[in-house]
Nanobody, 130 residues
Framework: QVHLVESGGGLVQIGGSLKLSCTAS????????VGWFRQAPGKEREFVAA????????AYAESVKGRFTISRDNAKNTVYLQMNSLKPDDTAVYYC???????????????????????WGQGTQVTVLS
């Protein structure tokens, strides 16, 4: 069992930055790919970014490419989402999720967004003020 807790959300002005953290407990994080998803009011949950277990592969939604960066520190059991140049459309509850998979490297772009993630956090609110 993996327990995920997100943190770092909050209010930010247009063009500002936030860094979200997803910290795992319960078992080693090393074998898990981790994804970030978000859900805005009245909308379906959507994929944002993901990182492979080794950090050798990443994937991003088109809407965040060039603005968001996902990274991980397995020693700290934590995955980060650095969000820059924030827009009002980025306002949502952000969730991290984990899946035990060996998807890595060049396969990450295609497969990480399509994984069925087994473990989910409770979410953290990000609000971009216009």
């Amino acid at each position: 069992q993996v327990h995920l807790v997100e943190s770092g959300g909050g209010l930010v002005q247009i063009g500002g930055s936030l860094k979200l953290s997803c910290t795992a407990s319960g078992r080693s994080f090393r074998d898990y790919a981790v994804g970030w998803f978000r859900q805005a009011p009245g909308k379906e949950r959507e994929f944002v970014a993901a990182i492979s277990w080794s950090a050798g592969g990443t994937a991003y939604a088109e809407s965040v490419k060039g603005r968001f960066t996902i990274s991980r520190d397995n020693a700290k059991n934590t995955v980060y989402l650095q969000m820059n140049s924030l827009k009002p459309d980025d306002t949502a509850v952000y969730y991290c999720a984990a899946d035990r998979t060996d998807v890595d490297g060049t396969y990450s772009t295609y497969f990480l967004p399509r994984l069925v993630y087994d473990y989910w956090g409770q979410g953290t609110q990000v609000t971009v003020l216009s």
